[in-house]
């Protein structure tokens, strides 16, 4: 195989709409989870939120120019569920449908593909209020807002996503409470997670049964278990993470039950699943999401509550800016496509979230940002992602994370994962090192990752 990439390799970026777009409550939008989360004292770095984030909202031509200057041939974004219907369903909000058509219209324009994620993390806060995930009437809840947007963009929009990364909506939001809704319980989280998947497998009925063209698919966020020693408990630990953490959500998709670990992991909170809904959360997908940032390195732990697994420190390896349980691992990649071939088989794969968060300056110096580790994070994993090609993984496309500086949630904005740095002041946009190597990337398609000359 040649050190290019196969002939119409996909190569984008991504963002989400609470982290960019700011203006969550502007022409008639409902307040999110996010929103409500974010201006409560605590629950963020800072007490920072998304009012204003990257002002995506107006500033949205501006960034569709960076994208055309990257070179980007698709862009990954999602739909605020509250800016389109504020009460979750019931009255539409023409003005935040109005946004969605024009930045569509305006990716298309600079020949763009659109990529629409339906929920990232944003739900309304009337449905919260009514049991938001833990209650299964938002399967159908969320089928409407699914087929309100296919009405609205299915004619033009190339790929959907139904769900970004359910695992750390249940992980985070239902069970350790650490993102919104900022929830701390066994049988919540057991609950969201069960009708997340079976909202996802509403929605995919919902695009068969319109008119909508493109492809429809979930994204995942995977992260490879690696035992700490070849100790029993330490290999039982791993197994219950990975179970936990991959198999919880892959399984029943794919394969059409949930992980045998679970029951016991979850306990009283488990409960039963019926036939009829497996096989709703098993409806045939296009594409699989992937994104991928760190492998976890497990060991028992008694104390580490429910899962008594926790990861161990890695020091020979860098890790990010949010502190060493990111640890930099390109191999876990690969090793992550190898695993969803082997286990679920042939499916089409796009990574749709890789990158970094590493220390930038708050303003760029004579114009540049110098980003060098997020350079050489990038080109070690898309070298992972082609050794992956090489031994047979179909992998289609790759989107870094993330376009712009965003709001990283509960961390605030001192987290930078941008290819594009964003001054917290001015909010000025420039490209850093990073995204002039991408550019390379992309109109070498991939050849400039093995030459000599692409080294820092």
């Given at each position: 195989m040649s050190d290019s990439f196969p002939a119409g390799f996909l190569w984008g970026a991504a963002t989400s709409a609470y982290q960019v777009e700011g203006a969550p409550l502007a022409e008639g939008a409902g307040p999110s989870i996010w929103h409500r989360f974010s201006h409560l004292p605590g629950n963020t770095a800072g007490g920072e939120t998304g009012d204003i984030a990257c002002d995506h909202y107006h500033r949205w031509r501006e960034d569709i120019e960076l994208m055309r200057r990257l070179g980007l041939q698709s862009y990954r974004f999602s739909i605020a569920w509250a800016r389109v219907l504020p009460a979750g369903r019931g009255g539409v909000n023409p003005d935040g449908l109005a946004f969605y058509d024009r930045l569509v219209d305006g990716l298309l324009e600079a020949?763009?593909?659109?990529?629409?994620?339906?929920?990232?993390?944003?739900?309304?806060?009337?449905?919260?209020?009514?049991?938001?995930?833990?209650?299964?009437?938002?399967?159908?809840?969320?089928?409407?807002?699914?087929?309100?947007?296919?009405?609205?963009?299915?004619?033009?929009?190339?790929?959907?996503?139904?769900?970004?990364?359910?695992?750390?909506?249940?992980?985070?939001?239902?069970?350790?409470?650490?993102?919104?809704?900022?929830?701390?319980?066994?049988?919540?989280?057991?609950?969201?997670?069960?009708?997340?998947?079976?909202?996802?497998?509403a929605a995919v009925q919902a695009f068969r049964a319109?008119?909508?063209?493109?492809?429809?698919?979930?994204?995942?966020?995977?992260?490879p278990k690696y035992p700490a020693s070849e100790s029993a408990a330490d290999l039982a630990a791993t197994q219950r993470a990975d179970a936990y953490m991959n198999r919880?959500?892959?399984?029943?998709?794919?394969?059409?039950?949930?992980?045998?670990?679970?029951?016991?992991?979850?306990?009283?909170?488990?409960?039963?699943?019926?036939?009829?809904?497996?096989?709703?959360?098993?409806?045939?997908?296009d594409f699989l999401?992937?994104?991928?940032?760190?492998?976890?390195?497990?060991?028992?732990?008694?104390?580490?509550?429910?899962?008594?697994?926790?990861?161990?420190?890695?020091?020979?390896?860098?890790?990010?800016?949010?502190?060493?349980?990111?640890?930099?691992?390109?191999?876990?990649?690969?090793r992550t496509l190898l695993w969803v071939r082997e286990r679920y088989g042939e499916l089409p794969l796009y990574i749709t979230e890789n990158g970094a968060a590493f220390y930038d300056p708050p303003a760029a110096i004579a114009g540049r940002v110098p980003d060098p580790?997020?350079?050489?994070?990038?080109?070690?994993?898309?070298?992972?992602?082609?050794?992956?090609?090489?031994?047979?993984?179909?992998?289609?496309?790759?989107?870094?994370?993330?376009?712009l500086d965003n709001y990283e949630w509960a961390a605030g904005y001192a987290v930078r994962f941008g290819l594009v740095h964003v001054d917290r002041a001015s909010l000025a946009r420039t490209l850093k090192d990073s995204a002039h190597f991408y550019t390379d990337v992309i109109h070498s398609h991939g050849r400039n990752l093995f030459e000599p000359t692409s080294a820092i």
């Open positions: 020949g763009i593909a659109p990529n629409a994620t339906l929920y990232h993390w944003d739900l309304p806060t009337a449905l919260a209020d009514r049991g938001g995930w833990t209650n299964p009437d938002v399967r159908g809840w969320f089928s409407e807002y699914a087929s309100l947007m296919f009405r609205t963009l299915g004619d033009r929009v190339a790929f959907w996503a139904t769900l970004n990364e359910p695992w750390v909506v249940v992980d985070a939001g239902y069970l350790h409470g650490s993102h919104a809704p900022g929830h701390r319980s066994t049988f919540e989280a057991a609950a969201a997670a069960h009708n997340l998947l079976c909202a996802h497998g319109s008119a909508a063209r493109g492809r429809i698919g979930i994204v995942v966020n995977l992260e919880h959500y892959l399984d029943p998709l794919l394969l059409g039950e949930y992980p045998a670990e679970l029951p016991e992991l979850y306990g009283e909170a488990w409960p039963e699943h019926s036939p009829a809904e497996l096989a709703l959360i098993r409806q045939p997908i999401g992937i994104n991928y940032y760190k492998r976890g390195v497990t060991r028992h732990d008694d104390s580490a509550w429910p899962l008594r697994a926790s990861l161990v420190p890695q020091p020979q390896h860098p890790h990010t800016a949010l502190g060493w349980e990111w640890e930099v691992y390109p191999p876990g990649l690969t580790l997020r350079v050489h994070y990038l080109r070690e994993h898309l070298r992972a992602a082609h050794d992956a090609i090489r031994l047979g993984v179909d992998l289609r496309g790759y989107y870094a994370w993330s376009l």
